[in-house]
């Protein structure tokens, strides 16, 4: 069998990288095909510390370092998979272990969760460090769409398309839009980019337009907390129809998710969107943006909308549509769980 020494990310904290790493690393069907061994290489413990100055994080990573060449020496792995970021002083983290595995000749396979690359490759050290890290690497993508973002560095034969998948759970059959006001959420960490504060913008529209619904917003603290998530609610005036109910996981999230009518996330900064697939599973309408795979998931028209980032407007528009068409939308949450089944569940 083969060896392969797997780098990667698992909780804590939640996100989408650390939810496939925690996958892999859990996988029956991956540890009984080759001999396995993991380094987390991870260095925050929580979402707070991802923005942290790199100077706090030196001795974490020293250990990660100390830990990944004690399994080269004693496992001696023919491969060496890495979860790589790929900008920003997370990749020239990254770019340590690369570097290491090919001075000892070991075969690479980078899976990316990320992107920025096309943005960074025209300066001279990121240029230089980009060609070493991806000459002779096989790279998995989430999407074919993400593919211009490697293009310079990669051939497409060396690429592999792998979409993140989730372990399928029974969802009972449950009539939507028949309460008088729909229940939309929003299911994201608190990061600007996730577009929080496009979705308040649109529902301030949607009000204004004497549109009913009530909303729901989950998620971790990160670089909005939750005491300037309402004050933001309380400034537009939407204290009576938004509420945080803080982060939600496992059977509270799932209950949210069974509980909602339309799922929102217009994110500005994407890989993949592992939220929309999650939303499709519980046959939730969709509506997000035109971003990285965005669109090789949520099928636009069919099992939800896309929208332009940023444009609040627009989502306002859209959620419109969607809250006075329930039976259009409720088909679209259908059609979302059979895409979900067929292409997206964790066996396939």
């Keep these: 069998m083969k060896k392969i020494l797997l780098l990667l990310h698992y909780p804590p904290p939640v996100h989408g990288s650390s939810i496939v790493g925690s996958q892999i690393k859990e996988s029956k069907k991956i540890n009984n095909s080759f001999k396995t061994r993991y380094v987390n290489i991870g260095t925050s413990k929580n979402l707070s510390q991802i923005k942290k100055k790199p100077i706090s994080k030196i001795l974490p990573y020293f250990r990660i370092i100390t830990n990944y060449l004690i399994q080269l020496a004693k496992f001696k792995p023919e491969v060496i998979y890495i979860a790589m970021t790929v900008k920003g002083v997370g990749f020239y983290k990254d770019f340590l272990f690369v570097c290491i595995a090919k001075i000892l000749r070991k075969k690479v396979v980078l899976h990316l969760h990320n992107k920025g690359i096309v943005n960074r490759q025209e300066h001279i ?29 990669v051939k497409k034969s ?35 980019s996730k577009g929080i504060f496009t979705f308040l913008r649109a529902l301030e529209l949607l009000k204004k337009n004497n549109v009913e619904f009530y909303a729901k917003i989950a998620g ?36 949210l998710m069974i509980e909602s009518d339309i799922f929102i996330f217009p994110t500005h900064y994407e890989t993949f969107g592992l939220v929309n697939v999650e939303a499709m599973m519980f046959k939730l309408p969709v509506i997000s943006t035109f971003e990285g795979g965005i669109p090789d998931v949520v099928v636009n028209g069919e099992t939800g909308l896309l929208v332009q980032k940023r444009n609040h407007i627009e989502l306002c528009s859209k959620l419109e549509w ?8 409720k088909k679209m949450g259908i059609a979302g769980y059979e895409r979900f089944n067929k292409k997206y569940t964790l066996d396939v």
Excluded at 181 to 188: E, K
Excluded at 243 to 249: I, L, N, S, T
């Design 322 to 329: 969607m809250i006075n068409n329930p039976k259009k939308a």
């Design 220 to 255: 971790n603290e990160a670089d909005i907390s939750k005491e300037q998530l309402k004050q933001k609610i309380f400034q537009l005036g939407l204290n009576d129809l938004v509420v945080y109910v803080g982060p939600k996981y496992d059977n509270d999230k799932h209950k």
């Design 158 to 192: 060396d690429v592999f398309i792998c979409p993140n998948g989730l372990p399928k759970i029974y969802v009972k059959g449950k009539i939507r839009f028949e309460r008088q006001s729909p229940q939309l959420l929003f299911l994201s960490n608190l990061i600007s």
């Design 125 to 153: 050290i990121d240029n230089f460090l980009y060609r070493m890290t991806f000459n002779q690497s096989k790279i998995i993508l989430l999407s074919e769409k993400l593919y211009s973002d490697v293009k310079k560095y």
